[in-house]
T-cell receptor, first 119, second 111 residues
Framework: ETGVTQTPRHLVMGMTNKKSLKCEQHLGHNAMYWYKQSAKKPLELMFVYNFKEQTENNSVPSRFSPECPNSSHLFLHLHTLQPEDSALYLC??????????????????FGPGTRLTVL | GEDVEQSLFLSVREGDSSVINCTYTDSSSTYLYWYKQEPGAGLQLLTYIFSNMDMKQDQRLTVLLNKKDKHLSLRIADTQTGDSAIYFCAESIRGNTPLVFGKGTRLSVIA
């Protein structure tokens, strides 16, 4: 148990559906992340939020829409996905979003992931 | 630019030592990490080393850092079947950049 939870753990959706992934961290961290992990690309950073502000969007298609209402919660809203979007979606959190001289402030702690299948 | 390289696969016999290697390019790295990912799970932080250290030992795990060559390794002594997983190397760079991850090394332990 890392202090980062994700729901649901498994999700199957059609291409016309709208669904949301939820991530919650109980570590008092200020930064949260969404990653996509697939067989083709082992670990792709999608979005970074630091103090509820989006600081990074790695050219992610608009059918993925993140939301960070507070530092403890992160959502990924999904709509009109494609079969190639099937993957494991991982959430992570850290005390801060970038490195500094302070010990391990950007050490990331991961949730268990949501396995998404798009039919 | 930042880049972290790892070999993709490693196979060892149970009871032997495993050595997983990683190279990185950014000389301003402050911390270097090893994460373990078991099948169907998220990444679990295994250990980390500060860039002014050259070795860190934690039970069966030994981390070696050669800063001159920008080379990091993870040695697992007496490898067990439960060590079968993907191991990710990651570097922390001071500034506005999140952790940079390698592609992961899949360790298979043969009984």
């Amino acid at each position: 148990e890392t202090g980062v939870t994700q729901t649901p753990r498994h999700l199957v959706m059609g291409m016309t559906n709208k669904k949301s992934l939820k991530c919650e961290q109980h570590l008092g961290h200020n930064a949260m992340y969404w990653y996509k992990q697939s067989a083709k690309k082992p670990l792709e950073l999608m979005f970074v939020y630091n103090f509820k502000e989006q600081t990074e969007n790695n050219s992610v298609p608009s059918r993925f829409s993140p939301e960070c209402p507070n530092s403890s919660h992160l959502f990924l809203h999904l709509h009109t996905l494609q079969p190639e979007d099937s993957a494991l979606y991982l959430c992570a959190s850290s005390q801060e979003a970038s490195g500094s001289l302070t010990i391990g402030t950007d050490t990331q702690y991961f949730g268990p992931g949501t396995r998404l299948t798009v039919l | 630019g930042e880049d972290v390289e790892q070999s993709l696969f490693l196979s060892v016999r149970e009871g032997d030592s495993s050595v997983i290697n990683c190279t990185y390019t950014d000389s301003s790295s402050t911390y270097l990490y090893w994460y373990k990912q078991e099948p169907g799970a998220g990444l679990q932080l295994l250990t980390y080393i500060f860039s002014n250290m050259d070795m860190k030992q934690d039970q069966r795990l030994t981390v070696l850092l050669n800063k001159k060559d920008k080379h990091l390794s993870l040695r697992i002594a007496d490898t067990q079947t439960g060590d079968s997983a993907i191991y990710f190397c990651a570097e922390s760079i001071r500034g506005n950049t999140p952790l940079v991850f390698g592609k992961g090394t899949r360790l298979s332990v043969i009984a």
